[in-house]
DNA sequence: TGGTATTTGTTGTGTCACCAAACATAATCC
DNA sequence: GGATTATGTTTGGTGACACAACAAATACCA
C-alpha cells in the first residue's frame, strides 16, 4: 500500500519524528547562543532531560555538527562542562552572480569565510551560459584549496531576478538582461564537486546574513524589510527571524512597488515603480553623474551644496518613504533595513525617510519606524546562499547523523 | 528547576507530543474531507496504521469533536467502514460589532449556523461601552435558544479596526470613532457564559471564512488578497490556506496603501490612500450619491450611463489596480477577493482591475491574477470568528479529549 | 446456499525515545 | 580531607506507535 500522505497535509508523527525534533532543538541551542553551553546548559534551556541531551549531542559530535572543547575555565562551583559549540568541519558553498561581479565563498557552521574568491566582471547583458562557465570555475579554484577535512554540504547560488527555486531556473533578471535560465544545464554541477545547489533571489538571501549574525543564531532584528541596492531594487521581508518567501518565493518584490502612476515607465510594464527614482542607475541619472559613478561621488556633491545631487537624494527618500510604508503597513513591519547603494548613501536619506514613514504608516502610532543600515559586506548574497545551504542542515539535522 | 523552555524556541518533544500530533492528524484528515471517511481511510490517507487511527480517533469521538454515522450504504466489496463526520456537538460563538449593524452567531464544527441574531444600527460615533453591552446581551438571548446538549467552546469577536490580539484591545477604528477600547472591561463575559473570548480583525476573519468552507476544510483558494469593502477598506492576506497576521496581528491593512502621494488627505495622517478612491463613502460622494446611498443604486447609475457614478467606479478600479498589485508584488500572491461593497459592484469593477492587475504585477507573466467575488454573507466576520475558535480546537484536540 | 475473497476494525507483542532517579566524576568550600 | 555542588552517564520504567494476527461484515461465485 501506498504510505504517503496527501500532499498538502502534515505529516503523521512516530518515533523517530521526536528524536528528530529534539535533534535539532538541540542543535539549534547550542548554534543559538552566543556563548559556548555545556550539555547541563542545553537541558535547563530546552526542558529536555540532561541524559537525552547528553545522548543527542552525541550522536551531534560524532557527525561534526558539534565541536566540544577543552573545559579549561572553571567559574562556577561543581564540576566543570564541555563547552559545546558549532562544529567548524561542516560548511557549504556560497555563490552569486551580479551585474557587477562574481562571489565565491566556503563558511563553515560557525559562520566564518573559510575561502573566497570575488571577480569584479560587468555582466550586464553577458551570456548566461558564459557567466554560468566562469562561476563554476571559480568554485572549482575555491575548492582545491579547502583542508581536505572540510566536510561541504551543499551550495547555494544568489541571482539577482525572480527565481523559480523548485526547479533552480532563473525566470527573469533584467539588470542583467537573462530570462529563462536554465542554471543547472549551463552550470558545470561537477565544478561544484557534484554538491545539491540551491538558487535563490540575491535579496532574500542578503536579508538572511542580517537576520542571522551566524548560521542558527539569531540577530538583533527579527522583523524587517530589507531593501537590496543595486542597479535596480530588491527586496525581501523576514518575519520572527525567518525570510518570508511566499508561495512562489517571489515575495518581497519591492523595487516594482508603485510609488507614483503617473511616474515614469519601467522596463516591467508598469509605470513610477520604486526603481525608477531609488534604484542605482535612476539615482546617478537625476544627480547629472555618469551610470558608472560610485554612490560616494554623489553623497560628496550632496555634502557639497550640488542641487542636482540633493534632489536625487530627496526623490529617492520620497519614494522610498511612499513604497515602503505601503509594504510597512501590508506586512505588520516596523523596521527597515537598507543595503547595497542604499546603505552607502544611508546617512542622508534616514532623517528624510523616517519622517516620510512616520507619516504614512498606520502603526507609527504605537510602534516608531525605524531605519537600520546592513553591515559592510561586498557579496551577501554569497554569504546568504551559503547560510541557507547551512539552516537547511540546522533544520534537519537527522539526515547529516549515522545511526 | 524550572522547566520552561525560552520564549522563542521551539518545545521538546516527547511521547504526549506525537499523540498531540496525529490527533491533530486525524481530526483533520477527517473534517478536511468533503464525504465522510472511515478509519480505514482515515489510515490509508495518514500513512498511520488502522489500529493507531482506531485508537485516536474512539478518544475523538468521546470528546464529541467527531461523530459516528451509520454504515447504511455499502457501495464496495468488503466490511463497510463506519462512516465520520465532524461532530455536530461543539460549536463556538461568532461575534461582529461593524459601523451599520452588530451580529451573533453560533457556528458548529460542521459550518452551520445553529442559530443568530443580526440587528441593523448605526453605531458611527457611538459609545463603544454601550455598543458592547448591547451585544453582550445579543448573545445572552442568542445562548438562551441553544439546545442544552450543545458544547461551546469559545467566542470571537470581529472589529473593524486595528486590534491588540494578546490584550483584546481595540486600539483604533476610525470608521466606528472608537480607540483604545478595553473590550474584556467593557464586554459582560458573563453574558457569554464566560467563553473564552477572541478579539480579532474584520477582514481577517472574514479571510477566513473564503479560505475554509467549513472549520477544518480547505477552499478552492489558498493564497488570496481579501479585500473587505466597508465605511473604509479593510484587507487581509491568505497563505497557504492560513491567514497571515504578522508579527503583531495587524498585516494586510491594504486600505492604507498609497495610490497617489499627491492625492487626497487620509485621516490616517498619509495622502492618496486606497480609502480615498475605492471606500464606500469616498465611491458614493465621488457619484454624487449621499453617503447612506446601497451600492446597488451606484452600480443601476453606471448602467444607465451615469458620468458621474462611472467616473467614481474607474477611479476606484483603478485605484484598486495600483495598491493591489503592489501587494501582490510584495505578498506573492496573484489572487484577489472582493468582499463587502466591493462584491456588490464586482462585475462593473473586474475587467478594468484585472487590466490594472495585468499590467502592473510581476509575477502577471508567469501567472495571470485572478479577481474572485465573495460568497454572500451579512456578517462574515461572525462567521470567521467562530471559525477562528473552532480552527483553536483543531489545532490542539488533545486539550479537548479526556485521557 | 455455502465457501472464498476482500475490506474494516480490534487485539496482542515488540520497539523506540523519552523521563526519572541513582550513580560516577570533578570541581569548590571550609 | 570531607561536605557541597554541578556535570555527565547508566539503568529501569512508560507511552505511543508499527506490525501482525484475528474477528467481523460484506460481495462474489459456483
Same mark, same amino acid.
Given at each position: ?21 529534539? @535533534? ?134 544568489? @541571482? ?113 515603480? @520604486? ?13 547629472? @553623474? ?82 537600520? *543600515? ?18 537547511? *542542515? ?10
Amino acid at each position: 500500500m501506498a504510505r504517503t500522505p496527501p500532499p498538502g497535509a502534515a505529516a503523521a508523527a512516530r518515533q523517530a519524528t521526536i528524536r528528530d525534533t529534539n @535533534l535539532r532543538l538541540v542543535l539549534s541551542t547550542v548554534l543559538g547562543s552566543a556563548e559556548p553551553v555545556s550539555r547541563a546548559g542545553v537541558a535547563g534551556a530546552t526542558a529536555l532531560t540532561r541524559s537525552t541531551v547528553s545522548r543527542l549531542t552525541d550522536e551531534l559530535v560524532g557527525a561534526g555538527l558539534v565541536d566540544e572543547l577543552e573545559p579549561l575555565r572553571a567559574p562556577g562551583r561543581g564540576r566543570p562542562g564541555t563547552p559545546l559549540v558549532a562544529g567548524r568541519g561542516v560548511a557549504a558553498l556560497g555563490l552569486q552572480v551580479n551585474p557587477g561581479f562574481s562571489a565565491a565563498r566556503v563558511v563553515d557552521l560557525q559562520g566564518r569565510i573559510v575561502e573566497e574568491h570575488l571577480v569584479t566582471e560587468d555582466l550586464v547583458g553577458s551570456d548566461p551560459g558564459e557567466a554560468l562557465r566562469r562561476i563554476g570555475e571559480l568554485a572549482r579554484r575555491l575548492r582545491r584549496g579547502l583542508p581536505p577535512t572540510l566536510r561541504l554540504v551543499g551550495a547555494g547560488l544568489a @541571482l539577482p531576478g525572480v527565481v523559480s527555486v523548485e526547479d533552480a531556473v532563473l525566470l527573469s533578471a533584467p539588470n542583467l538582461g537573462w530570462s529563462e535560465v536554465d542554471v543547472p544545464a549551463l552550470l558545470d554541477l561537477r565544478a561544484l564537486g557534484n554538491l545539491p545547489l540551491r538558487v535563490a533571489n540575491e535579496a532574500d538571501l542578503a536579508a538572511r546574513t542580517v537576520a542571522e549574525v551566524v548560521p542558527g543564531r539569531s540577530g538583533p532584528l527579527s522583523d524587517f524589510v530589507y531593501v537590496s541596492g543595486e542597479v535596480g531594487i530588491g527586496g525581501a521581508a523576514v518575519i520572527g527571524g525567518r525570510v518570508f518567501a511566499g508561495r512562489h518565493g517571489w515575495a518581497g518584490e519591492i523595487g516594482h512597488v508603485a510609488v507614483d502612476p503617473r511616474g515614469p515607465a519601467c522596463p516591467c510594464g508598469s509605470t513610477g515603480c @520604486l526603481e525608477q527614482y531609488a534604484g542605482r542607475r535612476a539615482m546617478l541619472r537625476t544627480a547629472g @553623474l555618469p551610470a558608472g559613478a560610485p554612490m560616494a561621488l554623489l553623497a560628496q556633491r550632496v555634502r557639497s551644496g550640488d542641487a542636482a545631487a540633493r534632489t536625487s537624494l530627496d526623490a529617492a527618500a520620497r519614494a522610498l518613504g511612499v513604497a515602503l510604508s505601503s509594504v510597512l503597513n501590508v506586512l505588520d513591519i516596523s523596521t527597515v533595513v537598507l543595503g547595497g547603494h542604499l546603505a552607502e548613501t544611508a546617512e542622508l536619506i534616514r532623517p528624510s525617510l523616517e519622517q516620510h514613514l512616520h507619516e504614512r504608516v498606520i502603526s507609527a502610532l504605537w510602534l516608531r519606524p525605524a531605519v537600520e *543600515v546592513a553591515g559592510q559586506d561586498d557579496a551577501p548574497g554569497a554569504t546568504g546562499a551559503a547560510f541557507a545551504v547551512l539552516d537547511a *542542515v540546522i533544520d534537519h539535522p537527522a539526515g547529516w547523523v549515522d545511526r
